[in-house]
């Protein structure tokens, strides 16, 4: 990008600082690509619309999901759809969708346009025009806040760059008494604001995506014109931000696909200060094929085998269609590979030329996507219980019926008659009593 293009695009992003301090509400904005072809927020190419954006079209040949817009309720996909994973071993997805409020706005719409699927992850970017916007200037982070903490399985993930005048076209021979001057600790303070941001709005479990694709050349952030120093100013800043109490921080290595400026391995700062290593992966070059970016040098293949020779978990924090256009063959396989690869979290990026939701341009990779993850949950199932045992049945108490004491059966008496006493001896030889009837005299007549 033209150095008068990015004093512009900086210019902007102050005023958009401005706004946000006035109302508590940013004003949204995308990126543009980098100059190594990648893409970040910051003011997208073309506007984007306020309104609902309109489900991509659907060409006639292919099996689509019902072609309903986003916001409105879909069927599920016929059975001829792409097949998904399994949901309990998907990895955690969402899409970058918009810098502020709007951004998570979308994430309804999108996951209804998805047939329901579960968005778990959130994902924004601190505009690093200036110190105050990297320490979290008060109003921009507190709606992605509050999104996280309305579920206990949201993931919330925020990149945050190294160094302000970030995409600001700044020389390598400043960008390297920058870098000496952060690895000095002349910049703490900054992030030790930032860490006790996050932990005062209830998300210090926050994915920091530190000075992402630090092996280009956009960036001021950028690792080429001093790798050492690089890699020491990162480690003081996570060892600053770990500092602060109550925290949960975890930390994202994340360098674009391929070797660029610089192969990113060179960058890596070590085991002991990162918690994820992260990849952006867009289809870059012109002709590049799947295969090949999965082979490349630091391409696909060996970001997974470097991660796992460190025992950390993967991440595709932006990912899309670019040089390629509308190619439904590279989203299909890299949807695949990240089932196979099970990354902690993936987030696609879109917004034109890059995605498939906000951007009608990919109408056959958009079918491709909506149909893979038409509907799905990627939370995890709850561990399987042993199934509780009823409480053995209480016996319902039964009245005791007292049993009557034997009594001597009492001769009949005839009505009508009454006993004559004539003593136990006399009874004994006749046998029983005597009576006298009182209506004898009645009787003989």
């Not at 309305?150 to 760059?161: G, K, M, Q, S, T």
Request: glycine share 8%; hydrophobic share 35%.
């Amino acid at each position: 990008m033209a150095t008068q293009q990015r004093r512009a695009r900086s210019r902007r992003l102050a005023f958009v600082a401005v706004a946000v301090a006035a109302t508590a509400a940013l004003t949204s904005g995308h990126t543009v690509a980098s100059g190594t072809g990648s893409a970040r927020p910051a003011e997208p190419p073309a506007p984007v619309p306020t309104a609902t954006p309109a489900a991509p079209a659907v060409p006639a040949e292919s099996p689509a999901p019902p072609a309903t817009a986003p916001g409105t309720a879909s069927a599920a996909p016929s059975a001829s759809a792409s097949p998904a994973a399994p949901a309990q071993e998907a990895p955690a997805f969402g899409a970058y969708l918009d810098y502020g409020p709007r951004g998570v706005a979308r994430m309804a719409q999108l996951s209804t346009w998805l047939g329901g699927a579960e968005l778990r992850v959130g994902h924004t970017y601190l505009p690093g025009d200036r110190w105050s916007n990297i320490e979290g200037l008060p109003g921009f982070l507190d709606v992605w806040a509050n999104w996280r903490r309305e579920r206990a399985d949201r993931l919330l993930v925020l990149n945050v760059p190294m160094m302000e005048r970030n995409e600001e076209g700044v020389p390598d021979h400043e960008v390297r008494r920058l870098l000496r001057d952060g690895a000095a600790g002349r910049f703490d303070h900054h992030f030790r604001r930032l860490a006790e941001r996050l932990v005062e709005l209830g998300v210090p479990d926050t994915v920091l995506v530190l000075g992402w694709e630090m092996n280009g050349i956009t960036y001021t952030h950028r690792c080429g014109p001093d790798p050492e120093a690089w890699k020491q100013y990162w480690n003081r800043i996570v060892t600053t931000m770990r500092s602060v109490p109550g925290q949960k921080f975890r930390f994202d290595f994340t360098p674009s696909r391929g070797r660029d400026a610089v192969p990113w391995t060179q960058c890596y700062p070590g085991d002991d200060t990162v918690d994820i290593i992260g990849m952006d992966a867009y289809d870059q070059p012109r002709g590049m094929s799947f295969d090949e970016q999965v082979k490349e040098p630091y391409g696909l293949q060996q970001h997974v085998e470097f991660a796992k020779a460190h025992g950390k978990a993967i991440s595709y924090p932006e990912w899309g269609l670019f040089r390629n256009g509308d190619n439904p063959e590279y989203m299909k396989r890299m949807l695949a590979w990240m089932d196979e690869h099970k990354p902690l979290y993936q987030t696609l990026t879109d917004y034109c030329p890059h995605g498939v939701w906000q951007c009608d341009d990919n109408p056959r990779a958009s079918q491709i996507y909506r149909s893979f993850l038409f509907g799905r949950d990627d939370r995890p199932d709850p561990a399987p219980t042993a199934p509780a045992q009823p409480p053995a049945p209480t016996p319902t108490p039964q009245p005791t019926v007292p049993t009557p004491e034997p009594t001597a059966p009492t001769p009949e008496r005839p009505a009508n008659c009454s006993p004559l006493r004539l003593g136990d001896w006399v009874e004994y030889w006749i046998g029983g009593k005597l009576c006298l009837r009182l209506d004898w005299w009645s009787r003989t007549r």
